[in-house]
């Protein structure tokens, strides 16, 4: 599946849900505890290709996550991305160790999803700031976060590895 996101930087976290519901975005799953580990070979093959394999632990679910090469674009993340829900996450780790994977990055956050038409919304309150992180088609996109009141030049391409890093944490 194809994934085409951005993110918009959240000041307020309440004050935005207030702002989503009202825009019509409906919420669809309450505000949950994440952890999100990044597994990649010692050499740091997938990083290197930008490529990453997730374990994301939210609440009593796992899910293991694959996310391509990002493709060019300007002013998105543009990249596959494979995700399943697995039963259990600890053999899930140790398969991962035995291919030779280690955990490479691990970071936290809560989320509350919302949905407005096609667009998903994932309100994410992390160690380095509050975010929106908008997924759906490109025009939707913008479209939504011109209604949410932000312009195109104030949308964030770089994941949270890459934000977490910038910021010089490791959470």
Do not use: W
Not at 11 to 30: C, H, N, V, W, Y
Not at 55 to 62: H, I, P, Q, V, Y
Not at 76 to 98: A, H, M, P, Y
Request: aromatic share 8%.
């Amino acid at each position: 599946m194809l994934e085409i996101e951005v993110k918009l930087p959240v000041a307020d976290p309440k004050a935005f849900r207030e702002t989503l519901i009202s825009a019509g975005a409906r919420l669809e799953k309450e505000r949950t505890a994440e952890d999100n580990t990044l597994y990649d070979f010692r050499s740091g093959e997938l990083r290197k290709k930008g490529q990453a394999l997730r374990l994301r632990e939210a609440g009593r679910k796992t899910f293991l996550t694959f996310k391509g090469t990002p493709q060019k674009s300007r002013r998105f993340k543009v990249r596959d991305e494979f995700e399943t829900e697995v039963r259990n996450g600890k053999q899930v780790r140790r398969i991962l160790r035995s291919l030779g994977l280690i955990p490479a990055f691990r970071y936290r956050k809560h989320r509350t999803v919302f949905r407005k038409g096609t667009v998903k919304i994932c309100l994410d309150e992390t160690a380095v700031g509050n975010f929106a992180e908008l997924e759906g088609e490109r025009s939707d996109i913008v479209r939504l976060a011109k209604t949410l009141g932000f312009s195109p030049a104030r949308m964030i391409k770089r994941d949270y590895v890459e934000l977490i890093q910038e910021a010089g944490r490791a959470v």
